[in-house]
């Protein structure tokens, strides 16, 4: 019996909302589950700086994650440094953990290209704006990989909204005809912007839509870490093994909740109830696991509180680090387009670079 | 006496849809976060309180499904009216676009027709997030069977939305999100249409003239007020409908100056400005003065924000650019 041979509405769960254990703990050492955890806390408070960076007009319009980190963090931990990442556009907790710097993601929701460019070595894919658009990605990602002899797994986010998109479908489906080593990832946070998981699809869960592509699926708790890593690692390894009985793509569904706002251009309150919003709150990820790390005895007052200052201090210099950044250079807007500038851009570019060399800003910018 | 209310461009759109959903039960408004949250922009807002959930629908999250589900009801004789939430995610319903709703009528034969209006926000300078701030109204213009309105100002808006829900063929309408909020106007409470296919002069003047539409209509007469204190008066010219073009008015107003700039905020090639440049060169050579320019964004994609006012044209750009028509 694995992990997958369940009912798709038979949720697994290893922790329970007070941090008790409900199901078989995962194999990982204190020290491990102490990162976990420092990992969502980092998360969180990221979030809710980034939050107010907008507020005070120092970053454009952010997708907020308070919530899920309990997904994000439990399933990109269970990630071999090789494997790769497929986000969207909310995933910065998981993309922290595989290696992509707190700054990067910064940079890219200030309006700064260099923050869509993952470190060399760091392996995850651009964020991906477009609805389900990124998830053919994974799967042909994943295709090269297995075409080329490769062992890596591939992990795709997207929300609950992507599966009503044309390309989820698409994706998936190919991943199920060649058998790709494709991990897709549903953060089920219930709203797809204001519009509740019930309107996207009658199924009476997401994990179902596997059944028929023909590939595995499974539900998990995704305020629970510890469920989400455990079920994230099975389907990674069953990806990575291509003598494996079973399909090798999984589709994960992790059910959980969007504290705050779709992005900082939304208001929930005006379609969804207070009411909600609190009952989901009393399931935090973090809390559930901080919960079951003190009944351990591998977190008390004191390195909690260490945790908290160190996670401050690392935000407080990603922000800086961020924010010294000068302004991109005006003709950095003409690289990248194209390995070489065809002639007609090679002509655009003269003419505004002489532009900017002879009025400078004032030539673009109004006053 | 007719009751007016000072309305935004986006409460005018509104305010339109308001007018429609009361004056024909065969319009439907659908989309995205149209309905409960009133949609991101409140171009919707109230409407689902008042209409309720079958004539104002939230609808799955799929672009292909909600132009296609309103090319099927449109072919069954209603109006419906879906909103793309932001024109950079139409492309996941381009092939309903461009090979449906763009030939049904021809298809049949005439037996089916399309009066659906497919309204999206468009174009750049919000500071917003990648592929919310793209200018892509020439893939619509190119494709036959489609007409192309964008509207630049709160009382036209009411009125162009109006014809395009009314009118017998599908309509893609554009709005310029950057001046949804920009200024205020007169609005009509009664309703009124603003017919499609139909430039409007925004300034007369006989030195040149400058052809634009959407949110570059108010750089454009910022440039033309600026340039007129220095005794070069433009003739400015808002297209208002880029397919079909109103080739009468763009060739008259050159011919008045024997010189044209045409500013647009999309890339510069294969843009509506090449496609106005040639209806003058096959209307009018003969009173051509000097080569017309284009102003426009560059062959680039749209970048991030923190670049993205180097992109669209400035008033600046657009003096410039109109200097070296008329100096030539």
Known sequence: ????????????????????????????????????????????????????????????????????????????????????????????????????????????????????????????????????????????????????????????????????????????????????????FCNNNQWAISVPRERQTRSATLAQKAEAYGIDGVQVDGMDPLAVYSVTEAALEKARDPETDRP??????????????HTTADDPTVYRDDDEVESWKRKDPIDRLESYLRGEGVLDDERVAEIESSVEAQVADAIDAAESMARPDPRELFEHAYAELPPELERQYEEFAALHDERGDAAFLED | MTETQNLTLVQAIRDGLHTELREDDDVVVMGQDVGKNGGVFRATEGLFDEFGG??????????????????????????????IQFSGFMYPGFDQIVSHMARFRTRSRGRFTLPMTLRAPYGGGI?????????????????????????????????????????????????????????????????????????????????????????M????????????????????????????????????AFEKTGRAVVVHEAPKTGGLAGEITAILQEEALLYQEAPIGRVTGFDVPYPLYALEDYYLPSAARIEDGILEAVEF
């Not at chain 1, 595989?98 to 929701?109: N, R």
């Not at chain 2, 005794?231 to 297209?239: A, H, M, Q, T, Y």
Request: a negative charge.
């Open chain 1, 1 to 184: 019996m694995t992990v997958f041979d369940r009912a798709y509405d038979d949720t697994v769960r290893v922790l329970d909302e007070d941090g008790e254990v409900v199901g078989d703990l995962p194999d990982l050492d204190d020290e491990s589950l102490v990162e976990m955890y420092r990992h969502m806390r980092l998360a969180r408070h990221f979030d809710g700086r980034a939050v107010s960076l907008q507020r005070q007009g120092r970053m454009g319009t952010y997708p907020p994650l308070s919530g899920q980190e309990g997904a994000q963090i439990g399933s990109a931990y269970a990630l071999d440094a090789d494997d790769w990442m497929v986000p969207s556009y909310r995933e910065h907790g998981a993309a922290l953990v595989h290696g992509l710097p707190l700054k990067q993601t910064l940079l890219y929701w200030m309006g700064h290209e260099d923050g869509n460019r993952a470190p060399d070595g760091v392996n995850v894919f651009p964020v991906a704006v477009p609805i389900a658009s990124q998830v053919p990605h994974a799967t042909g990602a994943a295709w090269a990989s297995k075409l080329r002899g490769e062992n890596d797994a591939f992990i795709c986010y997207f929300g609950d909204g992507a599966t009503s998109e044309g390309d989820f479908h698409e994706g998936v489906n190919f991943a199920g005809v060649f058998d790709t080593p494709t991990v897709f």
């Open chain 1, 248 to 261: 090798r793509p999984t589709l994960i569904e992790a059910v959980q909740y969007r504290f705050g706002a």
């Open chain 2, 54 to 83: 079958d004539r104002v629908i939230d609808t799955p999250l799929a672009e292909s499904g909600i132009v296609g589900t309103a090319v099927g009801m449109a072919a069954m004789g209603m109006r419906p009216v879906p909103e």
């Open chain 2, 127 to 215: 500071r917003a997030p990648e592929h919310h701030s793209e200018s892509k109204e020439a893939f619509y213009a190119h494709e036959a069977g489609l007409k192309v309105v964008i509207p630049s100002t709160p009382y036209e808006a009411k009125g162009l939305l109006a014809a395009s829900i009314r009118d017998p063929d599908p309509v893609i309408f554009l709005e310029p999100k950057l001046i949804y909020r920009a200024f205020r106007e007169e609005v009509p409470e009664e309703p009124y249409t603003v017919p499609i296919g139909e430039a409007a002069t925004r300034r007369e003047g006989d030195d040149v003239a400058v052809f634009t539409y959407g949110a």
């Open chain 2, 217 to 252: 209509t108010r750089p454009t007469l910022e440039a033309a007020e600026t340039l007129g204190e220095e005794g070069i008066e433009c003739e400015v010219v808002d297209l208002r409908t880029i397919s079909p073009l109103d080739r009468e008015a763009i060739v008259e």
